[in-house]
Structure formats: C-alpha cells, structure tokens
Nanobody, 120 residues
Framework: QVQLVESGGGLVQPGGSLRLSCAAS????????MAWYRQAPGKERESVAR???????SYADSVKGRFTISRDNAKNTLYLQMNSLEPEDTAVYYC??????????????WGRGTQVTVSS
C-alpha cells in the first residue's frame, strides 16, 4: 500500500508565494514520474507540472515562469514552489505519482489534495 500526503496549502494574497510538499510512503521500490494537478470549483482537474525520475520537467502554460516543480528521490518527496500567485490559481492541488511497489507492480497513486486560495 502506498500513501501520498500533501501539505503546504493555505490562504495567500495575490502576488504571494506558497510551497507545496507531497510525501510518499508505504511499499515503495521506486517512483517514476511525479506530478501536480489542480481542480478549481466547477472545473475539471488539470495538469500543472510534471517531473521525471531523472529530473526533466514540464509545465502548463498558465504557470510557466511562476511555478517550479522539484523532487527529493531520497525522501520520496515532491515539491511545488508557487510564486506570483494569482486568484486564478485558487484550487485544490493534488499530488500524483507513478509508483513501482516492492512487489514490482507499477501503480498510479493520488494524494487527497491541499487547498490553495489566492485572495485579498
């Protein structure tokens, strides 16, 4: 069994910054791609940023130049540094990871999400 737990969300003013973390634990052999998604009220879940096990990154156009995704493979932890936040960034942010378990099965895992609210 694998768990992903997000933290770091909260209320921030426009132009502010937040750093999200996602800690993976359980029967983990290795983790391949990791990603952040978000879902705003009344909208579909969308991809925000992705990072491979080797550190290659990609971003949604709406967050390029403002958000930075990173990971610590030794700690099985994913990060999202969010700068210059805008009200449009308000959403629940979810962590996603493609995990290879100790049984050598590859499974997609999701966290429960952390709320980010950008408002004055």
């Amino acid at each position: 069994q694998v768990q992903l737990v997000e933290s770091g969300g909260g209320l921030v003013q426009p132009g502010g910054s937040l750093r999200l973390s996602c800690a993976a634990s359980g029967s983990i052999f290795s983790i391949n791609d990791m990603a952040w998604y978000r879902q705003a009220p009344g909208k579909e879940r969308e991809s925000v940023a992705r990072i491979t096990s080797g550190g290659s990154t990609s971003y949604a156009d709406s967050v390029k130049g403002r958000f930075t995704i990173s990971r610590d493979n030794a700690k099985n932890t994913l990060y999202l540094q969010m700068n210059s936040l805008e009200p449009e960034d308000t959403a629940v942010y979810y962590c996603n990871a493609l995990v290879v378990t100790t049984a050598r099965s590859q499974i997609p895992c999701w966290g429960r999400g952390t709320q980010v609210t950008v408002s004055s």
